[in-house]
């Protein structure tokens, strides 16, 4: 007789799809395992995207995606508004810079409203001009998107798997899945860590999704790397940029977009370039050269100011233009790959389609009274009073007036408050997707060794290991 399955559901990667998965099935009463090959949630893809809340208003109309990124968006802003995720309303303005580009306004505005979304319309070169003047020369007119935003990709992932391990979701990180295997009405998952059994086994591998799929005994879509490098500049450009700025899309890429950031800097990217290494996210110098040069015809006075940092993540392309999503009720599995770009807008989307699907084949889906727990994540974002600048936060607990990385303005409160979190990090990279330390201007090299001394003492863990595993 075969074991009984510990657990019911298996999600195999803690991305944003997996995270807002497992947060979605704690609704019910079911025994769940998020498996996470890396040492954080969010840590893989999706900490490095382009953080642009999407309307799908450029999607490929009747497509998954599009249909899941216009519901993830709603959904999104919501979560945003309840949980504290920084997000701000800033809108879009998809730039024309030659005839051919002007020409295509239309046609892409005529897409958006197959796509249900109604509210994009063409402005002319003075009215452009006008809502971003610090634009380079030569700009013909733009499609403005009011609806496209920017918000903070780390935030929404870290609530989504913060829900979901308070509701008693359980959190494996660090733990590769290597194969899987049927066992009778059971999955067997063999992992770095020794495996455990599920009843259902999800994946939302990213970038290794189409491996997971192998193993489950599918195939159907190959997921080819695809990097994306980004500069991000100075707090002091800000002022420079008011809308995300978009570059007419082509068959392969959004393109290269101009950004300001929830945390006060502006981004420039993403490169597009394929690969076949899933671990490589070094930037190159030929990237950077062209996002740059770029750069220098879309906000020449950009390249004026310093840059800050520079990264590059790497999408979960594949051969297929929609998402790759998939429900095999008989075999007790399902699988959410080729989850590109718009992953983190589609995310609680994906999480419901992939709910309803899991219901339809048999899952048995019984509400746990009570709800979700309520929380509230740490303020990323500048649009909002930071605990710094906090007067009453600070007379109650001067912990929050003790500035520890100055660059971010990131006090002694913060830090201790993540290091005792539900989901604390487990190096300094998770430090700083949880309160911005280390990623100013000194990129750690003032703050770094009194950060690491911190999380240490907080954490119990060994500083100089910590200070060996920073990325």
Known sequence: MSTPAAYDVAIVGAGDVGTALARELARFELRIALVEAGRDVGAGTSKANTAILHTGFDAKPGSLEARLVAR?????????????????????????????????L???????????????????????????????????????????????????????ATQAVLAGVDLRRS????????????????????????????NAAGLRSDEVHAMAGHGGFTVTPRRGELIVFDKLSRPLVSHVVLPVPTATTKGVLVAPTVYGN?????????????????????????????GLRILPTLLEHEVTAIYAGLRAATEHADYQLEVHGGEGYACAGGIRSTGLTGAMAIAEWLRDGLDAAGLVLRERPGGLPEIRMPNLGEATMRPFADAERIAADPAYGEVVCFCERVTR???????????PPADLDGLR?????????????????????????DTGQDVGALWERRS
Not at 141 to 160: K, N, Q, R, S, Y
Not at 180 to 202: M, N, P, Q, Y
């Open 433 to 457: 997707r949880r309160t911005r330390a280390l990623m100013g201007r000194c990129q750690g090299f003032a703050c770094g060794a009194r950060v690491a001394a911190v999380l240490a003492q």
């Open 266 to 294: 502006v981004m420039l990217g993403p490169t597009a370039t394929d690969q076949r290494d899933k671990d490589d996210t070094s930037a190159t110098a030929a990237g950077l050269a062209s996002l740059r040069a770029q």
């Open 413 to 423: 409160g913060e830090l201790r408050d993540a290091a005792r979190s539900t989901v």
């Open 72 to 104: 993830g968006h709603g959904l999104l802003l919501a979560y945003g508004e309840q949980v504290g995720v920084p997000i701000e309303r800033t809108g879009a303005l998809l730039v024309a810079w030659d005839a051919e580009q002007l020409a295509r």
């Open 106 to 160: 239309e046609p892409i505005r005529a897409t958006a409203e197959r796509n249900g979304y109604a509210r994009a319309r063409v402005v002319g070169a003075d009215e452009l001009r006008g809502l971003e003047p610090h634009l380079g020369a030569g700009a013909l007119g733009a499609l403005a998107v009011p609806d496209e935003h920017i918000v903070c990709p780390w935030t929404p992932p870290l609530a989504f």
């Open 175 to 202: 733990e590769r899945v290597t194969g899987l295997a049927r066992a009778g009405d059971a999955w067997e998952v063999r992992t770095s860590r020794g495996g455990l059994r599920a009843r259902w086994v999800v």
